[in-house]
């Protein structure tokens, strides 16, 4: 279920790196996510009280996220951001859900985690040259602190809600609001255009988002929180699969490397759970 969510996650953030026009590109996926979370409300039921604070939390954490992004795109090189971003994400997921959820890791697993987290990271280790300043490296990382925190923010809450189904719908749902909003303010005159240009690009990854973000909701629904998110961050990996078949990207011994270390991050992670 989290390999499929890492694969989604993988091609919609390629049309993301494709796209001229970042934010009107993140707004308008999320607002077809949050269409789709509708959908899902028929198959669930509401979501019980003590799960709706996270469900705005998260919702916001969300959309601070989305904004992080955007500034890491601008400011540095997706080769850059993007490693690092997702990278930095298990190594925090795991001190969250030890702090908040009393998941505890033994030695083993937090090898596997250590090693996943160092394989993504290390894709980016050839573009340190590039780096301008200090902000091509914090926001990667503030981004990366996104993550974490509203993967441990959904993990508890949608334990909560007794219904996955109504949690990730009505999480959709809101997650849309902030961003939609932010980019009608910003984009007006200019939306109308964008989506007669690239409307079928933009509900296949409107389709693909959705499908990532509520398989990974659902997957921690089931399972400990630092195992789905360092299986879900393989999506670097896919998306440099597909940076090496389709945008004619070298696969380098330095991909080969990253992959061999996340693969024994992941095996060392569940044998040892």
């Not at 090189?77 to 490693?83: I, N, Q």
């Amino acid at each position: 279920m989290v390999l499929c969510a890492a694969v989604m996650h993988a091609c919609w953030n390629t049309l993301l790196k494709i796209g001229d026009d970042r934010l009107l590109v993140m707004a308008v996926l999320t607002v077809i996510s949050g269409t789709l979370g509708l959908v899902l409300l028929g198959f669930g039921e509401w979501p019980a009280a003590p799960s709706w604070p996270y469900i705005i939390a998260s919702a916001l954490l969300n959309n601070v996220y989305f904004l992080f992004l955007i500034k890491a795109y601008e400011i540095t090189d997706l080769s850059v951001a993007y490693p690092l971003a997702r990278g930095s994400a298990p190594l925090l997921v795991a001190g969250g859900a030890a702090v908040f959820a009393g998941e505890m890791l033994n030695g083993g697993e937090f090898i596997g985690v250590a090693l996943v987290s160092l394989g993504i990271i290390s894709l980016m280790w050839g573009a340190f040259s590039r780096l301008e300043d200090w902000k091509s490296i914090v926001f990667p990382l503030a981004t990366g602190a996104m993550i974490a925190t509203y993967t441990v923010v959904d993990g508890i809450g949608v334990r909560l809600s007794g219904s996955p189904a109504g949690f990730i719908g009505w999480l959709l749902v809101f997650s849309a609001l902030p961003i939609g909003m932010v980019a009608w303010h910003r984009r007006q005159g200019r939306i109308e255009g964008f989506l007669r240009r690239q409307w079928r690009s933009l509900l296949i990854a409107g389709a693909l988002d959705f499908g990532a973000y509520g398989l990974a909701i659902w997957a921690l629904s089931l399972g400990a929180m630092v195992q789905v998110s360092a299986l879900r961050e393989t999506s670097v990996l896919f998306a440099a699969y597909i940076g090496t078949r389709l945008l004619g990207e070298p696969l380098g011994v330095q991909r080969m490397f990253a992959a061999l270390l996340v693969v024994t991050g992941i095996v060392l992670l569940h044998t040892m759970t």
